[in-house]
């Protein structure tokens, strides 16, 4: 089970990494010196950092809030879809109990 990193530590990390990104020749390699230091994986931070430079319009991408956005919408279509398959399915049952020819 991959450890919890708290919120803090990550901002903490993407901080350092955003603030020395000049003193390294990309992302990957100031990535990597940050996380030695701090003890976690090295891919994390450089996704961490992307995304934080995605959320401040640094990079193309979709930001944070439009992804928070776009799952609460997919999965409140998913109960949506599965409440009108129920009503659906209640129908033709009460259509069935209601017909006069079943009598």
């Not at 901002?11 to 003193?23: F, K, M, N, S, T």
Request: proline share 4%.
């Amino acid at each position: 089970m991959p450890k919890r990193i708290p919120e803090e530590t990550k901002q903490r990390a993407i901080r350092l990494v955003l603030d020395h990104l000049d003193e390294y020749p990309n992302l990957t390699a100031a990535c990597g010196a940050v996380s030695a230091r701090l003890g976690f994986g090295t891919e994390s931070l450089r996704r961490w950092v992307r995304q934080a430079q995605v959320d401040a319009g640094d990079r193309q991408g979709v930001t944070t809030s439009e992804s928070e956005r776009i799952r609460r919408l997919e999965r409140e279509n998913r109960e949506l879809r599965e409440a009108n398959a129920i009503l659906r399915d209640a129908a033709v049952f009460f259509a069935g109990e209601l017909d006069p020819r079943r009598r």
